[in-house]
């Protein structure tokens, strides 16, 4: 019985909440501000990575370009010991650790 009972009242408050949200001017607007902000962060977010891939792709083709003059610096042997930095965090951590992987596997890291 107390089961029952609880559907009922389950029912009929998603009842009147659905159709009182529905038929409510403030919530329509309020659905439609977020909806648009919403959409606009996902397209910024899609600009923000390609802009990164594109730097990643200009940063890959001069280390491609340079690799004689790399070759070159790196024989001589003579660098000198510099304390860890911090990796950057986040999507532009992300890429630079990408290019750095892939300069690395292509033989054109110092």
Known sequence: M????????NYVANELFV???ANSKTFQKFAVHTDRHIQKFKKEGVEHLNSHVDELHKEITKAAYSTSTKAAAGSKGGGVMQPPQKPLEGIPGFF???????????????
């Open 19 to 21: 159709k009182g949200l």
């Open 96 to 110: 630079r650790a990408l290019g750095k992987v892939i300069r690395r596997d292509l033989g054109l890291d110092k």
């Open 2 to 9: 107390n089961q029952f009972v609880q559907r009922v009242v």
